[in-house]
């Protein structure tokens, strides 16, 4: 039986019947601060609460998301897709190699890089189509400091109509023509226009370029679809899939030359993944269902500021780490209310914790330490890892270390805690026939 709910994973807005246009959406009111002052600034959304100054020089950022990246397949993290260009920006600048997703599905993943916040802290993004937040996204605090901002989306899942991202930005570009025997939105057409319009820009901007090439259905575009040999250990069919997602993701490097290109060498660059892909466990082709470390393990670089070019960072660390990152990195104050680290000086997260969606059937909450990992499962044991030593997850331990004891308990009492700073509960939206059309292509509904 077929069942569509409207929460269980993002939706899309109305596909235009023409090609790709630039959505214009000024969402923040507030008047640019100088950088000599300090004060709270209302958006519409809630407040921006400063801690500090801004720098009288800060830097223009480019972030960007490669969706459904896995980090352990990419040749920077040793996996055998040769990634020259993410080479080159390691060589800049910082990867860490144990970066961890809080959220194995694109809105909220996106909403809590943005804001450096869990993902339960704003609400039911997909059911209602926007966060309940009351803190400011990236793109909210940087043009409020006088940024021009913008935003190129490459998934259905990211539309404004679909999770309410566009606050802050300037464009918002996120309308084409979809077509159902590929799903997605060119990676090239994408990179395109980032491109011309970071050209464009006179003063200091944020770019935000999304890119969903290496979701399901996998296909790259010649020469990448025939680039790897479906040959390993896995059955047949899965390899050949396989093949064509490390096809994916090799484009996604070619593309990322493109953008690196772009910009000047003083601009900061990020480069993460909401999360990741599944081809084990029994759990294939899919992501939103599961915490093994192929969907919640991502790629994490950053280049700029006072990060080491050329440094690998071996501790644990998360996705809500990014944005205090990039605003210290950038000369830009960071506020109050974010949750997340800043990366600069060697932080480590000593728990991550990770859950699905938790308004949709049984949720999973995993909690993961630099050594252990356990995921709780509604109605069913407790998984339980060394991944010091199992880093494929696939011999469990009999019994909780001393260091997971009480973390689900300890992870409840902290999203409680974060009711402070969450609006009022938000109205359910209506997702039409086609919208149902597009989310079953994907594999958000169906079967559970």
Known sequence: MMTLFLFIACAQQTAPDHATVISEHNTTNAQPIHHQEMRVVTTPTGTYEPLGEASSDPRSILLISWDTVRADRLGVYGGRVQTPNLNALAAQGGVW????????????????????VPPELHGNVPGTGSSRYSGPTLAEITKTHGYSTGAFIGGVTLTASASGLHRGFDVYDDQWEWQRTDMKRPGLDVVENAINWISSQDGPYFAFVHLFDAHHPYSPPAPYNTMFEANGPRAPDVEAQLALYDGELAYLDQLLGQLLESVDNETVVALTSDHGESFEHGYLYNHRESLWDSTIR????????????????????????ILPTILEVSGLPNDRKVQGTSL???????????????WFGERQLSVRTDTYKGIWRDGNDTLVYDISSDPDELSELEALPQTLIGADNDYEREISAGSSIQRSELPSRHISPHRAQQLEALGYIGER
């Open 298 to 321: 991502v790629p994490l670089l950053i280049r700029g500021g006072a990060l080491s070019a050329g440094s690998t960072h071996t501790q644990q660390v998360a996705v809500t780490d």
């Open 97 to 116: 190699t144990q970066a961890i997703s809080h959220f194995p599905e694109t809105a909220l993943s996106h909403w809590s890089i943005l804001t450096g």
């Open 344 to 358: 600069v000086n060697g932080h480590s997260q000593r728990r991550v914790y990770s859950t699905t969606d938790p």
